[in-house]
């Protein structure tokens, strides 16, 4: 990435881009301030199951989506433009599902897979799903939304702007995917120096690095979603 300079649109860019990182720190401060209150609501069974997801869900949608959404509202920019649309879904989803297969191969051969389903390292989905009708639609509609639709959607915009920023010459070397990909592995604490966690490191940012890819080649960002909603956090 060079230094260069920014044009009227790219500094529009760049503060979108910082509005959504102070929305996502702030977010994550007012979380860890509350941390040991918000763990005891949300995991405990003394509150409706229905506020509990609520609960965890506003301070993921304040981490991964809140800030992606004021600024696609105050911009006037459409989800649409970001690649959710029909045209090369199928491919989309695909290629992403592929990207994904390294890392799940591994969670294999370290003994981390239990079982297949979406959402289960979400601390309410169990309860959400033991519930009754219309609590267990109504809490997994939330659940897929937060955790899933807006989280893979946050990267899809983040990318864009980033590489909006800093375009490569390079068609496989992507500035956005890149930094997206880290984010992914910082937030997530997929941090170590032993030579599993390194090798966990390297699967989750070729799948996060993969599906970003994906989206930039096919143009449509379903595979990314799909993702989110279907892969991870589900093993």
């Known amino acids: 990435m060079r230094n260069k300079v920014l044009s009227i649109e790219q500094k529009k860019i760049q503060s979108d881009l910082w509005t959504i990182a ?25 509150i409706n199951i229905l506020l509990r997801v609520l609960i965890g869900a506003v301070f993921q949608f304040g981490l991964a989506g809140l800030g992606i959404s004021v600024v696609l509202i105050y911009r006037k920019e459409s989800f649409l433009d970001y690649g959710l649309n029909k045209k090369g879904w199928i491919k989309s989803i695909a290629f992403c599902f592929i990207c994904f297969v390294p890392h ?15 959402f289960q390292s979400v601390w ?36 864009d702007k980033i590489n909006s920023l800093y375009s490569s010459t390079n068609k496989w070397l992507n ?54 909603i279907f892969l991870w956090n589900a093993f």
């Not at 799940?104 to 979406?118: H, K, V």
């Not at 899933?148 to 899809?156: A, D, M, P, S, T």
């Not at 995917?177 to 090798?199: D, K, N």
């Open 104 to 118: 799940t191969i591994f969670m294999q051969l370290t003994n981390q897979i239990t079982g297949y389903l979406p």
């Open 124 to 159: 309410t989905t169990k309860d959400v799903l033991s519930g009754n009708f219309p609590v267990n639609i109504i809490g997994m509609f939330i659940t897929g939304a937060v955790w899933g639709f807006f989280e893979g959607f946050n990267y899809v915009v983040i990318s």
């Open 22 to 46: 102070l929305i996502s720190f702030a977010a994550l401060a007012i979380y860890m301030l509350l941390q040991n209150r918000i763990v005891v609501l949300i995991k405990g069974g003394s």
């Open 175 to 228: 500035w956005g995917a890149i930094i997206c990909s880290v984010m992914c592995i910082l937030i997530h604490g997929v941090i170590g120096i032993t030579l599993e966690s390194i090798i966990e490191m390297i699967t989750v940012f070729t799948a996060i690095y993969g599906m970003l890819m994906v989206k930039q080649f096919t143009g449509n960002a379903w595979g990314c979603v799909f993702v989110f």
